[in-house]
């Protein structure tokens, strides 16, 4: 009851996650292996009559399935009927194998194509995510989640598919030696579904638990494999190569250890299957014969048998490893349905929320940024944390105004930052432009504003791409990016290069300077023109002449756009309107003359 239970939970998984397109293309699948079995079925069956009438030539005209060739011939010999029997057996076998390479198509295009859906579904999920997340998990395990998601529902559906395949198989073959003789079919079919129902008692618990420990494993891996390659610099400078090539090799260890269980449990099924069938029925052969069976009128039923066990061994073989299969991938595949479940349920909440087609917006359905953005007592923690970060802090920028946001190390700058830039979702307050809260105008507000961050992040792609940012190429405007590095003050730079905006970087930005780096994520930020700036210690990493040149870019900027500057040293922040300090949670305005020295204010 247990297993039945288990099993019909794995199928309302599958249901959960196929889509309505998905679930009409699964019927085609179903009924592809329904022929398929029918066909196995004529194949298993034309086995008898032929060998019925090798064994009796009187009896041959008396057998349905081949008067209809003493009705065309009456003349024609013994030798010549079998002969049309074989060939019309090898046709059928033809038209059989035919339909399964067919239906063996149809099954993996189905599931190749709801691996690539669900990989592409789970990674839009994800991305719809709030922020926190992000923040909270490790960048191996989100990987793992997009595709150990997509091959755990693309394992189990195929392993499914089989499963149904071999099943309806050996059903149908069961059905026909029963036809046959009864009192061996029966013999026979308890014995195999005893067979597989004992595999799957012994097997079960430890393939779930494997499949479980191969989940965590292959996070690890994850992570040990990105340090290694994403810290490749201070590796090599450290010496410690083989120290992180060790730590991988310990993950890799413990995911060979996990594979190896699995491939020895999967392949046990098929040999006690095969040892306890194939003896049942010997065993079974020797009682019928010691209770009087006729050898001689018992070879057809004998063959028969022996061509139904030829296929239904295999099947039974594939039903154990397939329901193994499964059992393995369950805990990914829950894995996969509670985050679908998660994603769901935040879409559901986000819809509760104004969207963007529900606000009056002008007449070319663009709001504008008019006045002011105001932070009304927000309030904000993380999920786990106990205390606030923010707690019930209000602040207004006027349009044009630039403000800087100082503060000791974890006062909440950066959290402020996020906040505004709508990443966080306060919870009590809000953040406002112009009187609309910015929860109403997710996609209008992704427009108003642009960042820049501490640590810059570039694509290891051309400068095109990097300044355009996810844009199809289609729609680059080469005019607006030469206009945004001109304003970061890095477009005589990028005309010195040979290939110009063609140009590659490598990894990150890898050959180009730490000062051109962060001039090329403030052209990004630029090239949409948003009248909003967030810089959050954008110089930070940079030494004094480099920051000095960085800051001119930023400075250049001063009453054409909003600019809110955290600051991590004072001389960054000289040229603002008004100053800011993050204490307690709460933002406290500051005379500007009194927390800058009079040198720098020069």
């Given at each position: 009851?247990?297993n039945?239970?288990?099993?019909?939970?794995?199928?309302?998984?599958?249901?959960?996650?196929?889509?309505?397109?998905q679930?009409?293309?699964?019927?085609?699948?179903?009924?592809?292996m329904?022929?398929?079995?029918?066909?196995?079925?004529?194949?298993?069956?034309?086995?008898?009559?032929?060998?019925q009438?090798?064994?009796?030539?009187?009896?041959?005209?008396?057998?349905?399935?081949?008067?209809?060739?003493?009705v065309?011939?009456?003349?024609i010999s013994?030798?010549?009927?079998?002969?049309?029997?074989?060939?019309?057996?090898?046709?059928?076998?033809?038209?059989?194998?035919?339909?399964s390479?067919?239906?063996?198509?149809?099954?993996?295009?189905?599931?190749?194509?709801?691996?690539?859906?669900?990989?592409?579904?789970?990674?839009?999920?994800?991305?719809?995510?709030?922020y926190?997340?992000?923040?909270?998990?490790?960048?191996?395990?989100?990987?793992?989640?997009?595709?150990?998601?997509?091959?755990?529902?693309?394992?189990v559906?195929?392993?499914?598919?089989?499963?149904?395949?071999?099943?309806l198989?050996?059903?149908?073959?069961?059905?026909?030696?029963?036809y046959?003789?009864?009192?061996?079919?029966?013999?026979?079919?308890?014995?195999?579904?005893s067979?597989?129902?004992?595999t799957?008692?012994?097997?079960?618990?430890?393939?779930?638990?494997?499949?479980?420990?191969?989940?965590?494993?292959?996070?690890e891996?994850?992570?040990?494999?990105?340090?290694a390659?994403?810290?490749?610099?201070?590796?090599?400078?450290?010496?410690?190569?083989?120290?992180?090539?060790?730590?991988?090799?310990?993950?890799?260890?413990?995911?060979?250890?996990?594979?190896r269980?699995?491939?020895?449990l999967?392949?046990?099924?098929?040999?006690?299957?095969?040892?306890?069938?194939?003896g049942?029925?010997?065993?079974?052969?020797?009682?019928?014969?010691?209770?009087?069976?006729?050898?001689?009128?018992?070879?057809?039923?004998?063959?028969?048998?022996?061509m139904?066990?030829?296929?239904?061994?295999?099947?039974?073989?594939?039903?154990?490893?397939?329901?193994?299969?499964?059992?393995?991938?369950?805990?990914?595949?829950?894995?996969?349905?509670?985050?679908?479940k998660?994603?769901?349920?935040?879409?559901?909440?986000?819809?509760?929320?104004?969207?963007?087609?529900?606000?009056?917006?002008?007449?070319?359905?663009n709001?504008?940024?008019?006045?002011?953005?105001?932070?009304?007592?927000?309030?904000?923690k993380?999920?786990?944390?106990?205390?606030?970060?923010?707690?019930?802090?209000?602040?207004?920028?006027?349009?044009?105004?630039?403000?800087?946001?100082?503060?000791?190390?974890?006062?909440?700058?950066?959290?402020?930052?996020?906040?505004?830039?709508?990443?966080?979702?306060?919870?009590?307050?809000?953040?406002?432009?112009?009187?609309i809260?910015?929860?109403?105008?997710?996609?209008?507000w992704?427009r108003m504003?642009?960042?820049?961050?501490?640590?810059?992040?570039?694509?290891?792609?051309?400068?095109?791409?990097?300044?355009?940012?996810?844009?199809?190429?289609?729609?680059?405007?080469?005019?607006?990016?030469?206009?945004?590095?001109?304003?970061?003050?890095?477009?005589?730079y990028v005309?010195?290069?040979?290939?110009g905006?063609?140009s590659?970087m490598?990894?990150?930005?890898?050959?180009l300077?730490?000062?051109?780096?962060q001039?090329?994520?403030i052209?990004?930020?630029l090239?949409e023109?948003?009248?909003i700036?967030?810089?959050?210690?954008?110089?930070?990493?940079?030494?004094?002449?480099?920051e000095?040149?960085?800051?001119?870019?930023?400075?250049?900027?001063?009453?054409?756009?909003?600019?809110?500057i955290?600051a991590?040293?004072?001389?960054?922040?000289?040229?603002?309107?008004?100053?800011?300090?993050i204490?307690?949670?709460?933002?406290?305005?500051r005379?500007?003359?009194?927390?800058?020295?009079?040198?720098?204010?020069?």
């Amino acid at each position: 009851m247990e297993n039945i239970k288990a099993f019909l939970r794995i199928l309302g998984q599958i249901n959960y996650i196929l889509t309505s397109k998905q679930k009409r293309e699964s019927i085609i699948v179903f009924v592809s292996m329904i022929v398929c079995s029918c066909l196995e079925l004529l194949g298993i069956s034309a086995i008898y009559p032929l060998i019925q009438a090798i064994m009796d030539e009187n009896a041959i005209r008396t057998k349905w399935f081949i008067k209809w060739v003493f009705v065309l011939s009456p003349d024609i010999s013994y030798n010549s009927v079998i002969v049309i029997l074989c060939i019309c057996i090898a046709v059928l076998y033809l038209v059989k194998n035919v339909a399964s390479l067919a239906c063996s198509y149809i099954q993996s295009r189905f599931s190749a194509k709801f691996q690539r859906e669900v990989s592409t579904t789970m990674l839009r999920y994800v991305m719809k995510r709030p922020y926190e997340y992000f923040v909270n998990t490790n960048n191996a395990e989100t990987t793992y989640i997009v595709t150990g998601s997509s091959s755990a529902t693309y394992g189990v559906l195929t392993y499914l598919f089989r499963l149904v395949a071999e099943g309806l198989t050996f059903i149908m073959i069961g059905v026909f030696l029963l036809y046959t003789d009864w009192m061996v079919a029966v013999a026979a079919m308890v014995l195999s579904i005893s067979c597989l129902l004992l595999t799957i008692m012994l097997f079960k618990k430890r393939l779930k638990q494997a499949g479980k420990d191969e989940y965590s494993a292959l996070i690890e891996q994850g992570k040990a494999l990105g340090h290694a390659v994403g810290g490749i610099k201070q590796i090599i400078i450290m010496d410690r190569r083989e120290l992180f090539v060790d730590h991988y090799v310990d993950t890799a260890l413990i995911s060979e250890r996990i594979a190896r269980m699995k491939g020895f449990l999967e392949s046990c099924p098929d040999r006690l299957i095969e040892g306890v069938c194939i003896g049942g029925f010997v065993l079974i052969v020797c009682i019928r014969i010691v209770l009087g069976a006729n050898p001689i009128e018992f070879i057809p039923v004998l063959g028969t048998f022996a061509m139904g066990a030829f296929k239904m061994l295999p099947s039974m073989s594939k039903m154990s490893s397939n329901i193994n299969g499964i059992v393995f991938q369950q805990a990914r595949l829950s894995m996969c349905v509670e985050n679908i479940k998660e994603i769901r349920k935040i879409e559901e909440e986000r819809k509760k929320i104004v969207i963007d087609s529900d606000i009056k917006e002008n007449n070319d359905g663009n709001l504008f940024f008019q006045n002011s953005i105001s932070v009304k007592n927000v309030t904000w923690k993380y999920s786990k944390s106990v205390g606030n970060v923010l707690q019930g802090l209000s602040i207004t920028i006027h349009k044009g105004e630039s403000i800087a946001l100082i503060g000791s190390s974890g006062a909440g700058k950066t959290t402020l930052a996020d906040v505004i830039l709508g990443l966080f979702p306060p919870q009590e307050g809000g953040v406002f432009m112009d009187d609309i809260d910015i929860r109403t105008i997710p996609h209008t507000w992704c427009r108003m504003v642009g960042y820049v961050s501490q640590v810059p992040f570039l694509l290891d792609d051309t400068i095109r791409a990097n300044v355009a940012f996810g844009l199809p190429e289609s729609q680059v405007d080469d005019k607006k990016i030469w206009q945004a590095l001109e304003e970061a003050q890095i477009d005589e730079y990028v005309k010195s290069l040979p290939e110009g905006l063609n140009s590659y970087m490598g990894a990150n930005g890898i050959r180009l300077s730490g000062g051109q780096r962060q001039r090329l994520t403030i052209a990004r930020a630029l090239y949409e023109s948003p009248p909003i700036l967030i810089f959050d210690e954008a110089t930070s990493a940079l030494d004094t002449e480099t920051e000095s040149e960085v800051m001119e870019s930023i400075e250049s900027l001063l009453g054409r756009k909003t600019l809110i500057i955290i600051a991590h040293r004072l001389t960054t922040i000289r040229n603002c309107d008004r100053v800011f300090e993050i204490v307690d949670g709460k933002a406290i305005e500051r005379d500007k003359n009194s927390v800058i020295p009079a040198a720098l204010l020069g």
